[in-house]
């Protein structure tokens, strides 16, 4: 299964875009890259997902470069509720998820 | 739908004791999954069923440990005898169709192992 790499952690003003970086470059032709994120003592939540078209829901937006190596996660106007640490995971065959270190995002006031 | 349900949120419990953990997966979902997460190791993979059978328990770690789902409404995780090192929360996540809608996961159970 394709590695992600992501930075420990990151500031945003609130109010502000975050744009969470993520880099997959050993991804292949079929791997999905999913977001996830955990608010503190909570069960991770699914955020969004691609594989190499452009992504939004009313969460978030995903970009997938064309050459799929990276992505970014971004959060149009964070919130406060928006701290939390952000999984970037790349799913192959089968089912499961493999959870990195993720990025631990802060929303500052 | 209430989601992806555990039980008990919190236990505590003496080393060398049983414990069972209870997890309620989204009616509809094929696939459950066990994970456990501690500050050192983070989010592990435990094991997972699909269609109530287990796939995957490579990340159990000893025998210690075991998972059951009798039926599709229902898993159990057992610890016998606990350990203090067992102490983490465990998360119970069910999908279905995983690559199009991704997981869902209950709030957990804190285990302590005292």
């Known amino acids: 299964d394709a590695k992600t790499t992501q930075p420990p952690s990151m500031d945003c003003a609130e109010g502000r875009a975050a744009n969470l970086p993520c880099n997959h470059s050993?991804?292949?032709?079929?791997?999905?890259v999913y977001w996830y994120r955990q608010i503190h003592s909570q069960g991770p939540q699914y955020i969004i997902h691609g594989l190499k078209n452009n992504e939004t829901n009313e969460m978030a937006s995903l970009i997938i470069t064309e050459d799929r190596k990276s992505s970014t996660l971004i959060l149009p106007h964070a919130t406060l509720r928006d701290t939390a640490v952000y999984y970037c995971i790349v799913l192959y065959t089968g089912n499961q998820f493999y959870f990195g270190t993720g990025t631990s995002l802060t929303v500052i006031p | 739908d209430a989601g992806v349900i555990q039980s008990p949120r919190h236990e505590v419990t003496e080393m060398g004791q049983e414990v069972t953990l209870r997890c309620k997966p989204i009616?509809?979902?094929?696939?459950l999954f066990w994970y456990r997460q501690t500050m050192m190791r983070g989010l592990e993979l435990l094991i997972y069923?699909?269609?109530?059978?287990?796939?995957?328990d490579s990340g159990m770690p000893e025998d210690r440990f075991s998972a059951k789902m009798p039926n599709a409404s229902f898993s159990t995780l057992k610890i016998q005898p606990s350990e203090p090192r067992d102490s983490a929360v465990y998360f119970c996540a069910s999908s279905f169709r995983t690559k199009d809608y991704g997981y869902t996961f209950g709030s957990g159970t804190r285990l302590t192992v005292v």
């Open positions: 050993t991804i292949s032709g079929n791997e999905y």
């Open positions: 069923f699909n269609n109530n059978v287990p796939i995957d």
């Open positions: 009616s509809g979902h094929n696939s």
